[in-house]
């Protein structure tokens, strides 16, 4: 059984432009969220998708959106990049449903924006 | 306002020392909580969750956590710690809406 996979690993931008993070969530699983980790911090909730539709959204500007694909893979994007989007991005799955499932985490996305 | 509170960002213990990493939550949410562990450069592992179908919840590599609602606190334990133990750790709960909040984390660090 594959794990939840992201990529790509690391990534380098500059401020005002745009980058795109994809997911593949961990088979069987139909729900994906996405979290921001700053250094030192806690991953915060950024948005999560269930079936290809948004299902709850943290406290993040609009420039941060998202996509579910029908396999349920899943993208963010963020336009308009500032530098305090540098952060580990995180992705995670789960089967959906019921309120106590767990989250699988992928290993996260490196960003630094210069 | 924060929904779980991770007291200590630092704790360091020694080899075969008894691991406590503290954990309160506030008591307006649903008991579902989690713990997670961290290691450098990788994503989130879970270590164990309370659903509340126990108070005491056993979960991965020897740690457990008990759940105390008169104290709201979820505190993970390990009786014997191990270098490989150290890691960075973290308390969760799983709000409406289907949010996880995470406490600030707390860094392990074990002393030979």
């Known amino acids: 059984e594959t794990g939840v996979t992201q990529s790509p690993t690391h990534l380098i931008k500059t401020r005002g432009q745009q980058v795109t993070l994809r997911c593949s969530s961990q088979s069987g699983h139909n729900t994906v969220s996405w979290y921001q980790q700053a250094l030192g911090q806690g991953p915060q909730f950024i948005f999560q998708y269930y079936r290809e539709e948004e299902n709850g959204r943290g406290n993040f500007p609009p420039r941060f959106s998202g996509l579910q694909f029908p396999n349920y893979s899943s993208e963010l994007n963020v336009n308009a990049l500032e530098l305090d989007d540098s952060a580990l991005y995180l992705c995670a799955s789960s089967p959906g449903g019921a309120a106590q499932d767990t989250q699988y985490f992928g290993p996260g996305t490196r960003l630094t924006v210069l | 306002a924060q929904s779980v509170t991770q007291l200590g960002s630092h704790v360091s213990v020694s080899e075969g020392a008894l691991v406590l990493l503290r954990c309160n939550y506030s008591s307006s949410v649903p008991p579902y909580l989690f713990w997670y562990v961290q290691y450098p450069n990788q994503g989130l592992q879970l270590l164990l969750k309370?659903?509340?179908?126990?108070?005491l919840v056993k979960g991965i590599n020897g740690f457990e956590a008990e759940f105390k609602k008169s104290e709201t606190s979820f505190h993970l334990t390990k009786p014997s710690a191990h270098m490989s133990d150290a890691a960075e750790y973290f308390c969760?709960?799983?709000?409406?809406?289907?949010?996880?909040?995470f406490g600030t984390g707390t860094s392990l660090t074990v002393i030979p």
């Open positions: 309370y659903t509340s179908a126990a108070t």
């Open positions: 969760a709960v799983r709000l409406t809406g289907n949010q996880f909040y």
